[in-house]
């Protein structure tokens, strides 16, 4: 005979009694509820969808399923082969005029794309290039002919080296290829990460020449955020070395000067733009420095925070990881902020690695949380980490889901099998970011949204996990209470007008 029991009160450990308690016969009754239970717990597994959301999650789900059939599946593909049938698929473009929140992760050099570099920036008077030694180039901006150095013997002026090629839009083209990882064969040219990562490092000196001249990185920051509101980002916290900027008679500026135009932009942009909701910056070094070197970039970074609060977020360290220094081999200048008493939240880059072998490197996902972490860049190994896994979810420490940067970086081919999925499916806390959008040839956070959407969450993520992902990024973002409250009221109302234009 069955056991009656109030449906409300029934636990997983419950229903597997009453199955044992019927002779090993579950009830369809006791499925269905232990399937929603199960439902319950994934992202957006808890969101409560309006009739409208319902109309358009059920119109999601057809577009899906129509691509999830099609013979070429795009989270499948290396992106690189996947984007033009990403954008010609309909989820995509739904995806496109979705409020997605805040890009919580991504860095400075690669926050514009290589066009706007390549046909605006390069096009100014006094830009010089160089072609080094081993097939990279380097720009700097100079009134005169720059003098050699160990990398560059021959600096050539970019307008007369144009006007005697002739052929300017296959010379951009060239140039765009020094800027972008972006190629028709990327299993060709990218065989190992050991030769995609050489390459991601010298793209981004490459392009340093052109960011770290003065009145170029105004601009820049502007045309990012411009990019990021035309794909319906409204907020964005900015991983940045802070260089050291040029003028070009040669004056250099410092790390403060830097932040100051940061900020200078970042309000003139929301003041031309109120619905953008503004800029902060996490102040980060890369892990190849020394431990005295990282001790003196903390304590600017907690001098810069003292100087502008309103605009540093932070500290993170950059840099691949496998082959790399790990957060404990800096464990005294990473806790010179508590031997201080002061507070520096740190971002850390932890778990941006496929080795799970115990290696020094695949422990950075615990040591991030011992230094309290308030965010995990990756966290691609977390899923080997039970422990880990669990301190981040009870201390609500969101993993920043990096899924295109992840696959052309080489960790995962097949963006299903992204260990990303069982997060997803727990509902661990999580936000979706693009890393460095001009370097795989992505703008905003549509892409990644795409595979996230498509890819990793499968036919499981619904209209729920976006609508939770999107405004996972505000809550996890930087941001003190009140703006974190003022971002939401701000989203909810981009969000209202999306639903009802599209349901």
């Not at 060239?174 to 030769?195: A, I, K, R």
């Not at 290696?359 to 190994?381: K, P, S």
């Amino acid at each position: 005979m069955a056991v009656q029991t109030p449906r409300a009160l029934v636990s997983c450990a419950s229903l597997l009694w009453l199955a044992r308690a019927a002779g090993g016969i579950p009830f369809p009754a006791q499925r269905d509820l232990l399937m929603r239970q199960e439902v319950s717990r994934q992202m957006g597994g808890g969101v409560t969808l309006t009739a409208a959301e319902q109309k358009l999650d059920a119109d999601l789900r057809r577009l899906k399923e129509r691509e999830m059939s099609a013979a070429r599946f795009p989270p499948a593909l290396h992106f690189f082969k996947a984007r033009p049938l990403i954008q010609q698929s309909p989820v995509f473009k739904l995806l496109q005029k979705m409020p997605k929140g805040a890009a919580l992760h991504v860095h400075t050099s690669s926050l514009v794309g290589v066009e706007w570099l390549v046909k605006n920036v390069t096009y100014r008077p006094h830009c010089h290039i160089c072609f080094t030694w081993d097939n990279s180039v380097r720009f700097l901006f100079s009134e005169r002919r720059p003098f050699p150095r160990w990398d560059c013997f021959y600096w050539q002026l970019l307008g007369t080296l144009r006007a005697r090629i002739g052929d300017t839009s296959g010379f951009d083209n060239s140039l765009m290829q020094h800027l972008t990882l972006f190629t028709e064969d990327p299993d060709g040219e990218y065989p190992s990460q050991e030769v995609v990562w050489e390459k991601f490092e010298k793209v981004f000196i490459a392009a340093a020449g052109l960011i770290t001249h003065a009145p170029v990185l105004r601009d820049y920051f502007y045309r990012g955020l411009e990019e990021l509101l035309q794909d319906n980002v409204m907020y964005l916290e900015l991983r940045s070395g802070l260089s050291k900027t040029y003028e070009l008679d040669g004056t250099v500026h410092d790390t403060a000067w830097t932040l100051r135009t940061f900020q200078e932009v970042t309000r003139k942009f929301v003041s031309d733009h109120p619905d953008f909701l503004g800029a902060r910056v996490i102040f980060s070094v890369h892990r190849a420095l020394s431990v005295s070197e990282v001790k003196a970039a903390v304590k600017e970074a907690i001098q810069l925070q003292t100087d502008f609060p309103d605009v540093v977020a932070g500290f993170d360290m950059v840099g691949r990881e496998d082959g790399g220094r790990s957060l404990w081999f800096f464990r005294d200048a990473l806790s010179l902020p508590a031997e201080l008493g002061v507070t520096l939240p740190y971002f850390f880059h932890a778990g941006e690695t496929g080795d799970d072998d115990g290696t020094d490197v695949d422990q950075n996902v615990l040591d991030a949380l011992l230094f309290n972490t308030t965010r995990i860049g990756h966290g691609y190994a977390l899923a080997h980490h039970p422990l880990a896994k669990e301190l981040s979810r009870k201390r609500n420490v969101a993993v920043e889901l990096c899924p295109i940067s992840n696959q052309v970086l080489r960790l995962v081919s097949d963006l299903r099998n992204h260990p990303a999925a069982v997060l997803m499916s727990e509902g661990h806390p999580m936000v979706i970011s693009s890393d460095d959008p001009s370097l795989f040839g992505t703008t905003g956070l549509s892409y990644d949204f795409y595979e996230a959407f498509v890819g990793i969450g499968g036919l499981k993520a619904n209209l729920g996990t976006l609508k939770e992902l999107a405004l996972n990024s505000i809550r996890f973002s930087s941001l003190p209470p009140h703006l974190k409250d003022k971002g939401l009221v701000m989203w909810q109302k981009k969000w209202d007008a999306f639903i009802f234009h599209h349901s």
